[in-house]
C-alpha cells in the first residue's frame, strides 16, 4: 500500500512569508507526527495528532507554527512569518495505534529554505 | 529529559568487514527503542523496535541487541547498499514522541 505522502518536497520561500506543508499518512493510522530535521542532525519532535485531536505540541519552537488535522486523515503544518532558522527539512510520520510502540512510518518529507 | 547518544558520528568500513553501531540512552520509563535507516534525500525507514533488555532482532545483514542503558546495530560482512545514516530512537514514559540520536554515518566501499 502507499506511504506516507508529505507535499511539496521542496519549498523556497522569502523571509516573512507563510507557508504550508502538507501530509498524507499511512490509510487507517490513527497517529500523526511532525518532524523537523536540521542537516546533520536527527529528527526532532514539533507535535502529534491522535485523530483530529493534538494531543501534545510541546516541540513546536514558537507561535508561529501551527498544525492541524481537522477530518484525522491529511494534516498541514504552517510556518508564519518564516525566519532563516526555519530553513529544514520537515517530516511527517504516521502509525496505525494512539500511544503504542509500534513503529512509525515516515515520508520523505519537505525540504524548506528561507531566503 | 530523553537523551539518546549516538557513536561513532561517522564509521567508514571495506566490504565485508563487520562492526557494531553504539547507541547509547538515558530515559525513563522506555517503551520501546527504535532503528530506522535514513538515505540522503529521503525519509527514516524502520528497520527494529525492541522493547526489553536482552532483546535481540535480526534482519538480513543487521542484528540490533538491547540492553539496559544501551543498543547496539551489528552489521555483518556488509554490502556497499548497507552505506547509509543510522539513527536510533527513544520512546519513553506516557510519551508517543520518538527522541532521536544524531545517527551515524555509514559508508562500505568495495
Known amino acids: 500500500g502507499a506511504g506516507v505522502s508529505q507535499s511539496p518536497r521542496y519549498k523556497v520561500a522569502k523571509r516573512g512569508q507563510d507557508v504550508a506543508l502538507r501530509c498524507d499518512p499511512i490509510s487507517g493510522h490513527v497517529s500523526l507526527f511532525w518532524y523537523q530535521q536540521a542537516l546533520g542532525q536527527g529528527p526532532e519532535f514539533l507535535t502529534y495528532f491522535q485523530n483530529e485531536a493534538q494531543l501534545d505540541k510541546s516541540g513546536l519552537p514558537s507561535d508561529r507554527f501551527f498544525a492541524e488535522r481537522p477530518e484525522g486523515s491529511v494534516s498541514t503544518l504552517k510556518i508564519q512569518r518564516t525566519q532563516q532558522e526555519d530553513s529544514a527539512v520537515y517530516l511527517c510520520a504516521s502509525s496505525l495505534q494512539h500511544n503504542s510502540n509500534q513503529p512509525q512510518h515516515f515520508g520523505d518529507g519537505t525540504r524548506l529554505s528561507i531566503l | 529529559e530523553d537523551q539518546v547518544t549516538q557513536s561513532p558520528e561517522a564509521l567508514r568500513l571495506q566490504e565485508g568487514e563487520s562492526s557494531s553501531l553504539n547507541c547509547s540512552y538515558t530515559?525513563?520509563?522506555?517503551?520501546?527503542l527504535f532503528w530506522y535507516r535514513q538515505d540522503p534525500g529521503k525519509g527514516p525507514e524502520f528497520l527494529f523496535t525492541?522493547?526489553?533488555a536482552g532483546e535481540e532482532k535480526e534482519k538480513e545483514r543487521l542484528k540490533a541487541t538491547l540492553t539496559k542503558k544501551e543498543s547496539f546495530l551489528h552489521i555483518t560482512a556488509p554490502k556497499p547498499e548497507d552505506s547509509a545514516t543510522y539513527l536510533c530512537a527513544v520512546q519513553a514514559g506516557t510519551a508517543s514522541k520518538l527522541t532521536f540520536g544524531t545517527g551515524t554515518r555509514l559508508q562500505v566501499t568495495l
Open positions: 530515559v525513563s520509563g522506555l517503551r520501546g
Open positions: 525492541l522493547y526489553s
